[in-house]
């Protein structure tokens, strides 16, 4: 399997993009009736956002929208208050994370992620990543969200956007955080972890937020 990653720029990626949605979210999940039914909502943001797409073999297979703070906002400020969070801090919201039904199982989309935290680490800088995702049966995040370190910002809400879905819940992770603990003993035993922060420096670039900070962190800690 040949996976590749490009953001979406020509008039070509951004309608595969919406193939994806049609694919996934009207013809797979029945969760839009139409895969422009996000345009008031979501999609208000695409004049600062970018969308990753990941071709297999040449052909698109999945797509993540990764949304950076500005004066417009995020998605989540219609549901939860960030203020606080945003205070010294620059934030970024993953969102419409998606696989082809025939390309599920296959670990495309933890690529679209981890290649969703390496463009925002090198572009955006981020400290914090936000994302809007489904409760699991317990109606609390999903173990692989809580293993990165993602914590809730709130109580589950239905989205009323999505027709049958499970209910959602915004969370955030702090990135200097997860970098730390991805250096840990307990850290390094963890597949996600070192999958998403193993390697952080190597493609943040030494002027990281994240990276100075887990060193200056780092250098405290040593003793004289």
């Known amino acids: 399997m040949n996976l590749t990653f490009t953001v979406a720029r020509t008039e070509a990626e951004l309608a595969d993009v919406l193939r ?15 895969a422009a039914d996000t345009a008031a909502t979501f999609d208000r943001f695409d004049a600062h956002a970018e969308y990753i797409l990941g071709y297999v073999d040449g052909a698109a297979a999945g797509t993540v929208k990764v949304v950076p703070d500005s004066a417009a906002g995020l998605p989540c400020d219609d549901t939860v208050d960030i203020s606080a969070l945003r205070v010294g801090n620059r934030l970024v919201e993953f969102g419409h994370l998606m696989t082809l039904p ?3 199982h296959r670990e495309i989309g933890m690529a679209l992620m981890r290649e969703a935290v390496i463009h925002s680490a090198r572009e955006h800088d981020m400290t914090h990543i936000l994302g809007d ?11 692989f969200y809580k293993e990165i370190g993602f914590f809730a910002l709130h109580e589950p809400y239905e989205d009323t956007r999505f027709q049958g879905a499970p209910l959602s819940l915004v969370a955030a992770l702090d990135v200097t955080d997860a970098v730390r603990r991805a250096r840990t003993p307990e850290g390094r035993k963890s597949r996600l972890l070192q999958y998403f922060f193993g390697d952080y420096d190597s493609y943040a670039g030494n002027d990281s937020h994240a990276v100075k900070e887990v060193a200056d962190a780092d250098t405290a800690s040593t003793p004289c």
Not at 23 to 31: E, I, K, L, P, S
Not at 133 to 143: C, I, Q
């Open 102 to 104: 025939t390309m599920r």
């Open 133 to 143: 995702f489904f409760v699991d049966d317990s109606e609390g995040l999903r173990g």
């Open 20 to 34: 994806l949605r049609e694919a996934v979210y009207v013809a797979d999940q029945g969760r839009l009736a139409d």
